[in-house]
C-alpha cells in the first residue's frame, strides 16, 4: 500500500486552492451533504465555513432557515466563494421541501434574499443547488408528509399516469385505473402533497430567472429520487422548457441531489485555475452507457455526459484525458442492491478486462476515478476486491459506489477534479473514508447488522427508530478490523457511527492520528470483567454453599450426638 501512497504523491498536490474560503451551506447534516463535502473540500486547501450545525436540518428537526439566513449575512464577507443550498435556504433543508407548510410568498421572498446577497457581493460568485421535489415509490422514516407511509404508492401511480397522460396517453384501461387509484386516497392528502409541489415549480421557476439574470455563476437543479415516469419526471420536462436559452455553463438540470454541494465546490475550482478538464469515459463488457439506473429517469451515460458539463469539463475520446472516468456497469441495463445475496466476490472475465483497462491507465500516468454503479447503495464486491488483490485501492484517484447512480458520478468527477490539489495525506483520507462506506458498510456490513436488529428487536430501525447499542459497537467493531485487514490502515484512525439513528446510512471519521479506542479491546475487556464477575459470584455462591453446608452438617452433628447420649444416674 505504501508503494501506492508514494505513487500518487507524484500525480497529486501539484495545484492548490490557495486557502480560498468557501461559504457553503449544506442541504441538511448527513454526512454526504456536510462532513464528507467538507472533508473532501479541506483536503483540497479549502477552507470551509458552515452554519453551527444544530441549525442545519438533521434526523428529528428541521432547519431555521431564518436564523442560517442571519449567519450568512453576518459571514459572507469572509467568502471568496458561495456554494448554497436554496432548498435550505428557501424552505430549511431537503426534507423540510417535502413537509413545510410555509406560504408561497414566504417562500419567493427567501428566493429574492438570495438576489439580494448577489448585489451585495457582487464578486463573490454564487453557485447554488436546489431540487425538483422526488415522487418515489414509497418512503418511510418520516422524510415525507405522514399520509405517504400509507398511500404513498397509491399517489405514485397516480402520478405515472398522470405524466404518461401528458406525455404520450393513456389507454382506456389505464384511464380507468387513474379514476380507481384517485378515489382511494384522500382528497386532502393528494390537495396537500400537489399543492406543495406547485410551490416548489413557482421557487424553481424564479431561481431559473435569477439565473438568467446573472445571480448564479452556475445554477444546479437536481432530480430527486425519480424515475421516468413520475411527478417529479414531468416536471422537470417543463422546467427545462422554461429555461430553454440558458447555457450550459450557466445551469444544469439533471438526476441526484446528495453530491451536488461538492460537485459545484469542484466547479468553483475549476472555474479559478480556468481550465477545462477534459474525461474519457471506459465501460466493462454490458450495459454500459445504456444502464437505467434504479432511481433514475434516463441513462447513465446521459447523466455523465450533464455532470462533466456542470464541473465545467468536456468530454474526449482521442488523446490523453486530464481524468478517466472508469464506471463500472452491469452485466444487463438495470442496476442491482448492493446487499443482494450475489453481490459477493467471484471470478469474472469482464470484470478482469475492465481491470485491466483502470490498470494500464494507472501505470501510464493518467488518474483514474472509478464510478462504480454496478449496484445502488454500495460497492460491486467483485471490481472492489479486485483492486484490493491488484494493489490498487489507493493507486486510483477517486473511488465512488454508494446511494445512487448520479449520487457516485457526482462525487467521483468532483472528487476526481479536487484530488488534484490534494496531498498524498489527503487523498489517502479520502479514499480510505469512501472505501469503509462504500465497500465496508454498505456491500458487506449493513447485511449483518440488519441480521442482528432482526434477532435484537421486532420493530424495523433500518430507516427510523431507536437504535440498539449493540448494534452501533458492532458497527465500530467490524470497520476498525476491516480498516485494519483490508486497507492497512491503523484501527485506531478509524470511527463510525449511524448518524440519522437509523442503519441505511454510516459516517465514517478518519483521524491524522490513532487516537480512537479500540471496539474489539473494549468488548474483549468487558466480555472478560464480565466472565470474572460470573467466576466471582459463582466462587462466592459456591463458598456460601459450602459454609452452609458444613455449618448444616455440623448442626446435625451436635443433634445427633444428643441423641446419642446414654442419662448416667448416680448408684445406690
Do not use: C
Request: hydrophobic share 35%.
Amino acid at each position: 500500500m505504501l508503494a501506492g501512497v508514494l505513487a500518487t504523491a507524484v500525480l497529486w498536490g501539484s495545484s492548490t486552492a490557495q486557502a480560498e474560503t468557501i461559504l457553503y451551506v449544506p442541504q441538511d447534516n448527513r454526512p454526504v451533504s456536510l462532513s464528507y463535502t467538507v472533508d473532501t473540500a479541506r483536503g483540497a486547501g479549502y477552507t470551509v465555513i458552515t452554519p453551527p450545525e444544530h441549525l442545519i436540518s438533521g434526523s428529528n428537526y428541521h432547519g431555521e432557515a431564518d436564523q442560517i439566513w442571519s449567519w450568512v449575512d453576518e459571514n459572507a464577507a469572509r467568502a471568496d466563494i458561495m456554494v448554497l443550498s436554496t432548498d435550505t435556504l428557501i424552505y430549511g433543508g431537503l426534507v423540510d421541501s417535502r413537509k413545510h407548510d410555509l406560504a408561497l410568498p414566504t417562500l419567493l421572498n427567501r428566493t429574492k434574499s438570495i438576489e439580494l446577497l448577489h448585489k451585495k457581493y457582487p464578486r463573490v460568485p454564487i453557485y447554488a443547488f436546489g431540487t425538483v421535489m422526488r415522487s418515489p415509490r414509497a418512503s418511510g422514516g418520516g422524510v415525507e408528509p405522514s399520509y405517504y407511509d400509507s398511500y404513498g404508492p397509491t399517489i405514485f401511480r397516480i402520478a405515472a399516469l398522470q405524466d404518461k397522460l401528458d406525455s404520450e396517453g393513456l389507454s382506456e384501461d389505464e384511464q380507468k385505473d387513474l379514476f380507481s387509484l384517485q378515489a382511494t386516497v384522500p382528497v386532502e392528502f393528494l390537495q396537500d402533497w400537489f399543492n406543495r409541489r406547485q410551490k416548489n415549480m413557482a421557487v424553481n421557476r424564479a431561481l431559473i430567472d435569477a439565473t438568467r439574470s446573472g445571480v448564479f455563476k452556475y445554477f444546479a437543479l437536481g432530480h430527486d429520487d425519480t424515475s421516468s415516469l413520475s411527478q417529479s419526471a414531468m416536471e422537470s420536462r417543463y422546467l427545462q422548457q422554461y429555461s430553454k436559452g440558458l447555457s450550459k455553463q450557466q445551469y444544469g438540470s439533471f438526476p441526484g441531489a446528495d453530491q451536488l454541494g461538492l460537485l459545484l465546490m469542484a466547479r468553483a475550482y475549476v472555474d479559478k485555475q480556468g481550465t477545462s478538464p477534459s474525461f474519457e469515459v471506459i465501460y466493462p463488457l454490458g450495459g454500459g452507457g445504456e444502464t437505467l439506473p434504479h432511481y433514475e429517469d434516463q441513462t447513465i451515460a446521459k447523466t455523465i455526459a450533464e455532470h462533466i458539463e456542470a464541473v465545467g469539463g468536456t468530454m474526449t475520446v482521442n488523446g490523453r484525458p486530464d481524468i478517466l472516468l472508469a464506471v463500472n456497469t452491469p452485466l444487463g441495463k438495470v442496476t442491482g442492491e448492493s446487499e443482494a445475496f450475489e453481490n459477493f466476490p467471484m471470478i469474472s472475465k469482464s470484470t478482469n478486462a475492465f481491470l485491466d483497462q483502470v490498470e494500464t491507465a494507472i501505470n501510464e500516468g493518467v488518474p483514474v476515478s472509478l464510478a462504480d454503479i454496478a449496484y445502488s447503495n454500495g460497492s460491486d464486491n467483485t471490481l472492489v476486491y479486485g483492486l484490493y488483490k491488484r494493489g490498487l485501492l489507493y493507486k486510483l484517484d477517486a473511488y465512488n459506489g454508494w446511494n445512487t447512480a448520479s449520487n457516485t458520478v457526482g462525487y467521483a468527477i468532483a472528487q476526481g477534479v479536487l484530488g488534484k490539489a490534494m496531498s498524498s495525506q489527503a487523498h489517502q483520507d479520502m479514499l480510505t473514508q469512501q472505501y469503509l462506506d462504500n465497500w465496508a458498510y454498505q456491500a458487506n456490513i449493513r447485511k449483518d447488522i440488519y441480521r442482528m436488529q432482526d434477532s435484537i428487536r421486532t420493530d424495523n430501525v433500518r430507516y427510523t427508530g431507536t437504535l440498539n447499542e449493540k448494534l452501533q459497537e458492532y458497527l465500530v467493531e467490524r470497520i476498525q478490523d476491516f480498516a485494519d485487514k483490508y486497507l492497512g490502515v491503523d484501527p485506531r484512525r478509524v470511527s463510525a457511527r449511524f448518524p440519522w439513528g437509523r442503519l441505511f446510512e454510516t459516517d465514517i471519521s478518519v483521524y491524522d492520528e490513532p487516537v480512537v479506542p479500540l471496539q474489539k479491546e473494549i468488548r474483549l475487556a468487558r466480555e472478560a470483567a464480565e466472565r470474572e464477575r460470573i467466576a466471582r459470584e459463582k466462587a462466592e455462591q459456591e463458598a456460601k454453599a459450602k459454609a452452609e453446608a458444613a455449618a448444616k452438617a455440623a448442626q446435625n452433628g451436635e443433634a445427633a450426638g444428643v441423641s446419642q447420649a446414654v442419662p448416667v444416674t448416680k448408684e445406690q
